[in-house]
């Protein structure tokens, strides 16, 4: 029965991926057979004793060595290929050995989530504006977990769809994810901010015109997000914003499934699905007068909490690598993981700005840190905190770029490392944990070879 079960396990490891084993060194110490295969063609064969981040800068992988925490989904790009992995630490005997990290493809993790896309007939072409999947929601905390499977669930109805959470939970996220899912999802994905547009504009913006219809209006009139959205999705943010006149109207395409531009006579069929949003409770506004209860029943047919972030902390080191690895390619630096007590201060914090605010904290920790560990020096809240210095306008001319701030933080660096070895570049190489490829590669680049 053994011998059974391990080839069922081989069998799935070759089918959708593989598995990776590291020491605490970071050096790969074994890779399964058809990843290895794989990975050969755009690494090369020299993958065993070699450091993952000769191959991968941003694996993720220096921060479950560091923390001993594990990362869940974390995106790999490889040969143009979308890899998903999950890094888990080792220990023995309490203390950390190394990690183990399980690999699938992108394509197959599909699977994995129930979702229907190859099942489904699909049209020539795909015309959608949707950004966003469920796998681009990192975490796997029990919160968010129930959030996406409700939310999967919904993708599979054509009815009208609510989506509460406070501001900076990632709603839009949500909504982009549930028309990816859908049946509808090769038709345009139209989002809407009815809190961002005046109220004299908000019903020509969702309705559109005709000609002639107010002053300034178009010759030609001009449609509205309705028409633009149809045969797909139309997201309302903020629906709570909407003038008393465009929630009238919103009720009755949901009755009627028809239109009626300002100005104009006719009505027009739409085939379009609304999903909606907003931040407050809306049975308050419903109290207040302020928003239509029979509307509120009508757009909250379906609906999905989007939890805050103090709720899910556990997803606080996978969202928080995910935001350090966009960074370090927009702008350039090189920071690996962030440091146990660094994380700690992440993980005791509110968190009143939810992920939005972990994202902007993340990023102004990278740019202070430039190179290397986030420490918690290098955190700073913006709701609590003042920022480590103060900015003058006049020092940006001379103020380095962050290229060369981190080519000289690396240069100090080397630097320390061959004093303190008397120059001997071997131990130089072992005291930075690099390999030797890499190291003088630095070497050339910092013209200190």
Not at 109 to 137: C, M, V, W
Not at 402 to 422: D, F
Request: charged share 25%.
């Amino acid at each position: 029965m053994f011998s059974e079960v391990y080839e069922w396990i081989e069998n799935a490891l070759n089918d959708y991926g593989g598995v990776i084993v590291i020491n605490t060194k970071n050096q790969i110490l074994f890779v399964s057979p058809h990843l290895q295969t794989y990975l050969t063609k755009t690494w090369g064969n020299n993958l065993p004793h070699s450091t993952l981040e000769e191959f991968v800068l941003s694996s993720g992988i220096r921060q479950v060595l560091e923390t001993g925490m594990p990362q869940m989904g974390t995106p790999w790009n490889i040969g143009g290929h979308e890899l998903v992995t999950f890094q888990l630490p080792v220990f023995r005997d309490k203390l950390l050995a190394g990690a183990l990290i399980l690999v699938a493809f992108k394509q197959f993790e599909a699977l994995l989530h129930h979702k229907r896309e190859l099942s489904l007939p699909q049209e020539a072409g795909n015309n959608s504006s949707h950004k966003y999947s469920f796998d681009s929601i990192i975490g796997n905390s029990l919160a968010i977990v129930k959030a996406k499977r409700v939310a999967w669930d919904i993708a599979t109805t054509n009815s009208p769809a609510f989506i509460f959470g406070e501001t900076g939970t990632g709603k839009e996220l949500f909504a982009h994810a549930i028309h990816h899912d859908s049946f509808r999802n090769n038709g345009p994905f139209v989002t809407i901010n009815c809190a961002g547009i005046p109220d004299t504009l908000i019903e020509s913006e969702l309705f559109g015109y005709e000609a002639g219809a107010f002053t300034g209006a178009r010759a030609n009139g001009k449609p509205g997000k309705f028409e633009v959205a149809d045969g797909g999705t139309l997201f309302l943010d903020e629906v709570s914003e909407l003038t008393s006149n465009s929630q009238a109207k919103l009720l009755r395409f949901l009755e009627d499934r028809e239109i009626e531009r300002v100005g104009g006579t006719t009505v027009k069929t739409i085939n379009v699905r609304i999903i909606s949003a907003c931040n407050i409770d809306l049975r308050t506004s419903i109290k207040q007068g302020s928003f239509r209860e029979d509307l509120y029943y009508r757009l909250n047919v379906f609906s999905v909490r989007v939890p805050p972030l103090r709720e899910r902390l556990e997803d606080i080191p996978s969202l928080s690598f995910h935001f350090m690895t966009q960074f370090n390619q927009e702008s350039d630096t090189n920071v690996t993981a962030l440091s146990k007590e660094a994380l700690a201060k992440l993980m005791k914090y509110d968190w009143p700005g939810n992920v939005r605010e972990l994202k902007n904290t993340v990023q102004r920790a990278c740019l202070h840190a430039k190179v290397g560990l986030i420490r918690p020096e290098d955190i700073h809240f913006i709701n609590s905190e003042l920022p480590p210095y103060n900015v003058d306008i006049n020092d940006f001319k001379e103020h380095p770029s962050i290229k060369e701030a981190r080519l000289e933080a690396e240069r100090i660096v080397i630097l320390e490392a061959l004093e303190k070895t008397g120059g001997n570049k071997t131990k130089a190489c072992q005291m930075l944990n690099i390999s030797r490829t890499t190291f003088y590669k630095k070497l050339k680049e910092l013209g200190l070879s």
